[in-house]
C-alpha cells in the first residue's frame, strides 16, 4: 500500500511539474501579450483535461514566486501573466529547476540565441550612448554571418536583454509595426566587458560567461 500510495505521489509531482513547464511554455511564445488564467486553462485543456482557472491561478502564483513570470488583476478579476527573462532561460534550458519539469535539451538553438544577443550587445557596445535600430542591428548581424535572421528574431533579443537590465528599449509605431530601439546600460557593458556572466548570453569574445 505504502509503494502504491508513494507512486500515486510521484506521479502528481510529475503532473504538477509537466504543468509548470507547459503554462510557461504558452506564456513565453506570446512574450509581449500578458496572458489570462483562463485563457491559459482553455489552451492547455487537452493535455491537462483538469485544469481550471484556479489551477492556472496556483500554478502562475508558483511561477512568480519564483520570478518566472509576472502577474496582474485585470478589471473582470482574471489573472493575467507575463514572461520574465529568467523564465526565458528556464524554457531554453539555460537554467533548470528542480519544482519545474526540465526544458528538452536544444543547444544548437540556445548557442544561436546567445550568439544573437552577444551580437546585439557587442554592437551597441560601440554607441554607448545612442539608440540602435532593429534594422540596423539586423544589418551589423547579418554582416556577421547570421544571413537566416529575421528582425523578429532581433526584437526578441533586444526584449530579452532589456529585461535583464543589459539594454534599455524604446518603442516605436510605424504603420502597422513596432520598431525596437535599444542603447546599452552600464550592466550590459559589464558583461560585455567580462565583468559579470549571464547563462542566456555569451560574452563578446564568443565564450559563455
Sequence with gaps: MERRADMAGEKRRY?????????????????????????????????????????????????????????????????????TAKGIDLVEGAVTDRGILSA????????LKRSVRSGILAYCRQFPDSFNGDDEILAELKELGMGALI?????????????????????????SDLVFFARITAKGIDLVEGGISDPGVMSAHGGEL
Design 15 to 83: 503532473h504538477t511539474l509537466a504543468l509548470r513547464k507547459s503554462l510557461l511554455g504558452v506564456i513565453a511564445e506570446l512574450y509581449l501579450f500578458p496572458q489570462t488564467d483562463e485563457a491559459m486553462a482553455q489552451a492547455l485543456a487537452g493535455q491537462f483535461p483538469d485544469l481550471d482557472t484556479d489551477g492556472a491561478r496556483d500554478c502562475f502564483s508558483y511561477l512568480e514566486k519564483k520570478g518566472y513570470i509576472k502577474t496582474s488583476r485585470a478589471k473582470d478579476r482574471r489573472m493575467t501573466a507575463r514572461i
Design 104 to 111: 528538452r535539451p536544444d543547444f544548437t538553438g540556445l548557442s
Design 151 to 175: 528582425i523578429e528574431q532581433v526584437r526578441y533579443s533586444i526584449w530579452y536583454l532589456s529585461e535583464k537590465s543589459l539594454l534599455e528599449l524604446k518603442t516605436h509605431p510605424l504603420k
